[in-house]
């Protein structure tokens, strides 16, 4: 089930908001956590102040959020990954969105910063004012809320 991690760093909070387990290609995809990848998948493909939205060519519709992984959330992961890379973050293009570490920002194998931490930054840089609480996202999936719960980092 989706969780917030919560990490403090030289006494400051920081907030995500994860996947407790894989979702994407090859993974099982539980339902809370492809609502929550779908969430902010949705939300990344928004225009923000500062960047233009992550928009698959072809696309005119933000992802629905459904909680159902298939071939359109596939394909909306794959070109968040590869924008994403396109404009400086080192993630792995792999079509999975990994439960990070407590404490870290990325995989230990891999070496690349976890795209469910790409994705939160994506998201605050379009909703920042509800980064203490996505549950207040227009759109937000309100069945999540009650699998939210609160992972304190390291």
Known sequence: MPRVMINLNNSVATLSYVVDSPVGLGCGNRREDAL?????LRV??????????????????????DGVWG??????????QEEA???G??????????????????GANSKTFYTTLA??????????????????????P???????YVDWGA
């Open 85 to 87: 890379k396109r404009r």
């Open 119 to 140: 994705l939160n930054s994506a998201r605050n840089a379009r909703r920042m004012a509800n980064q203490a609480n996505i549950a207040a996202d227009a759109g937000f």
């Open 71 to 80: 071939p359109v959330s596939t394909r909306f992961l794959k070109f968040f």
């Open 89 to 106: 973050a080192n993630v792995l293009l792999d079509q999975r969105v990994d439960p990070p570490v407590s404490g870290t920002s990325q």
């Open 142 to 148: 309100g069945e999540l809320v009650r699998y939210l």
């Open 36 to 40: 929550l990848v779908q969430h902010m």
């Open 44 to 65: 990344a493909w928004e225009d923000s102040p500062l960047s233009k939205g992550f928009r698959p060519p072809g696309e005119t519709k933000p992802l629905n959020a």
